[in-house]
C-alpha cells in the first residue's frame, strides 16, 4: 500500500536531548513537509522541501533541522535549542504539481519532561 | 497579517442547520486552495480542493472569490459526524509551499 509513515507514534524525551522523527513516504512524491500543531492550534509549518537535497525554513524553523537526502525520507531533528519542543509533529508529502493535495503521516506526539 | 486566516470558532449548531465557514489568503498569486477536516488528535485528511468555478460534493460546496481573496466551505444538512475542525489550506507560491489556517471548531449537536 502506498503511503506516508510516521515513526514513533508517540515520543518521550528528556529535556536537553535531541530527537529524530521519522518520515517516509512510498508516493513517489517530491515534496514534503513538516508541520507542527499544539493544543486548540492550526498547525505551523516547520520545513518544507520540494526536491531531494533541498529544503526551506518554514515559519517556526528555529530549533528544528532537518534533511532530505532521499525522495522518501525526510527526518526532523528537534534540538535542544527548541524551547517548547512538545507538540503534535505531522509530516505530509505532495506531488510537485501546485494542485495536488497533500497527504499526511498519522503524526508524532513528542512530550519532553 | 496572517497568511491565511479563518474564522474564529467553535460554532456550535443543531442537526440539520447550515453552515458557512470563510477563510482569507494574503497572497494574491495563491494558486491552489483545500478544505481539510482533522479530527481531534488525528491528521488532517482533504475534504475536498477549491476551484474557480466552485465546486460541490454532496453537503458540502467550496467557493473561491479571487478578487476578494477569500475561499469558502458551506454544510449543508448538518449531521453529528460533520463536527470536527475544518482547516483552509492555501498554495502560496509556485513549488508548493503549503500554509494552513488555524481552524475552525464545527460542533453539531442534537
Known amino acids: 500500500d502506498g503511503g506516508i509513515t510516521q515513526s514513533p507514534k508517540y515520543l518521550f524525551r528528556k529535556e536537553g536531548q535531541n530527537v529524530t522523527l521519522s518520515c517516509e513516504q512510498n508516493?513517489?512524491?517530491?515534496?514534503m513537509y513538516w508541520y507542527r500543531q499544539d493544543p486548540g492550534q492550526g498547525l505551523r509549518l516547520i520545513y518544507y522541501?520540494?526536491?531531494?537535497?533541498?529544503?526551506q525554513k518554514g515559519d517556526i524553523a528555529e530549533g528544528y533541522s532537518v534533511s532530505r537526502e532521499k525522495k522518501e525520507s525526510f527526518p526532523l531533528t528537534v534540538t535542544s535549542a527548541q524551547k517548547n519542543p512538545t507538540a503534535f509533529y505531522l509530516c505530509a508529502s505532495s506531488p510537485r504539481d501546485e494542485n495536488t493535495e497533500a497527504f499526511f503521516g498519522q503524526g508524532t506526539r513528542l512530550t519532553v519532561v | 497579517r496572517k497568511e491565511v486566516e479563518q474564522d474564529p470558532g467553535p460554532f456550535n449548531v443543531p442537526e440539520g442547520a447550515t453552515v458557512a465557514f470563510n477563510c482569507t489568503y494574503s497572497n494574491s498569486a495563491s494558486q491552489s486552495f483545500f478544505w481539510y477536516r482533522q479530527d481531534c488528535r488525528k491528521e488532517p485528511k482533504l475534504l475536498m480542493s477549491?476551484?474557480?468555478s466552485g465546486n460541490e460534493d454532496g453537503r458540502f460546496t467550496a467557493q473561491l472569490n479571487r478578487a476578494s481573496q477569500y475561499i469558502s466551505l458551506l454544510i449543508r444538512d448538518s449531521k453529528l459526524s460533520d463536527s470536527a475542525t475544518y482547516l483552509c489550506v492555501v498554495n502560496l507560491e509556485y513549488g508548493n509551499k503549503l500554509v494552513f489556517g488555524a481552524g475552525t471548531i464545527l460542533r453539531v449537536k442534537s
Open positions: 477549491v476551484y474557480s
Open positions: 522541501s520540494q526536491i531531494v537535497n533541498d529544503f
Open positions: 508516493l513517489n512524491h517530491d515534496a
